[in-house]
């Protein structure tokens, strides 16, 4: 990675940044929860009986 683009950074560039960071946050908490409801689910669906 090219350390040039690290020392260019100026102050109209931080929120971007800061919002990527927290957009990046967000994706991996959803991912994460969306996994643990699927495996919920699939929990779930695997202890119903077969007759309903």
């Known amino acids: ?3 040039q683009l690290l020392e260019n ?3 109209q560039e931080l929120p971007i940044l800061i919002f990527a960071l927290l957009l990046a946050l967000v ?3 959803v991912i994460r929860q969306n996994q643990k409801d ?5 929990a779930w669906v695997s202890e119903e009986k077969p007759g309903f």
């Open 1 to 3: 990675m090219h350390l």
């Open 9 to 11: 950074l100026s102050w």
């Open 27 to 29: 994706m991996f908490l």
């Open 38 to 42: 699927f495996l919920e689910i699939a």
